[in-house]
């Protein structure tokens, strides 16, 4: 039996997706949040020396990582939401399962935390200056590199209905945290096909379904 280690708020939100896609028997071990630190509890680390989540067990296997996990899973259970090896919908599944957590998750997360830096409580003498250094990184780096990152995210979906071509993909599902993060941030008026893709794929029977089996989720 597969075991998903689920933490509220999380990159697990979208393993839980799949694994309502799947129609596979599976548990789910809760874990919350510290609400002042938002950091994962310590018995994470029990199931995956890193602590973080989500990490799967299925019998002896331990899978952590979203990408190996969803690579796992769709391998073993699911290969309807696996293209082809050696097809362009593969290389394409390839690429964009890379693609979330190497490229586009990082910028987010740069951002996440220098917008965090202006406005945490601190000496008033050092808030201009905290302010100062923040908005440096944001406007000089990580600000045009997300925007440079959903004006392609964006094209692209202007041209096919899923990322690899006509079906959900794994791929999908690995691309879909940083979307509706990005979404519920920041609304999506400038971003009209991430924004309808985003809605698509959360009005799906299995997203709903997961949305219940799951808990407290900030980007539905
Ligand atoms: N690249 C990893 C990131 C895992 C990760 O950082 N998960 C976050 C939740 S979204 C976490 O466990 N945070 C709690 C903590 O860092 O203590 C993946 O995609 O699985």
Sequence with gaps: ??????????????????????????????????KVTILAPKELKKIHALGKSPVITDGDITVAESGAIIEYL???????????????????????????????MPQMLIKLIFDKVKNSPMPFFIKPVARMIANKVLDSY?????????????????????????TLTGADIQMSFPLEAMIAREGG?????????????????????????GGEYDYA
């Design 1 to 34: 039996m597969i075991t998903l280690h689920h933490l509220n708020n999380s990159r697990s939100q979208r393993i839980l997706w799949l694994l309502e896609e799947l129609k596979t028997p599976y548990d789910i071990t809760f874990y919350e949040r510290d």
């Design 74 to 104: 769709v391998q073993t259970y699911g290969k309807d939401l696996y293209p082809q090896p050696g097809s362009s919908e593969h290389r394409s599944y390839t690429y964009w399962m890379h693609y979330a957590e190497g490229s586009l």
């Design 142 to 166: 990580a600000s045009p590199n997300i925007k440079t990152n959903l004006a392609y995210i964006e094209e692209h979906l202007s041209q096919q209905s899923w990322f690899c071509g006509d």
């Design 189 to 213: 008026s400038n971003y009209p096909n991430i924004a309808a893709y985003v809605r698509k794929f959360q009005a799906r029977p299995a997203y709903q379904k997961a949305l219940e089996a």
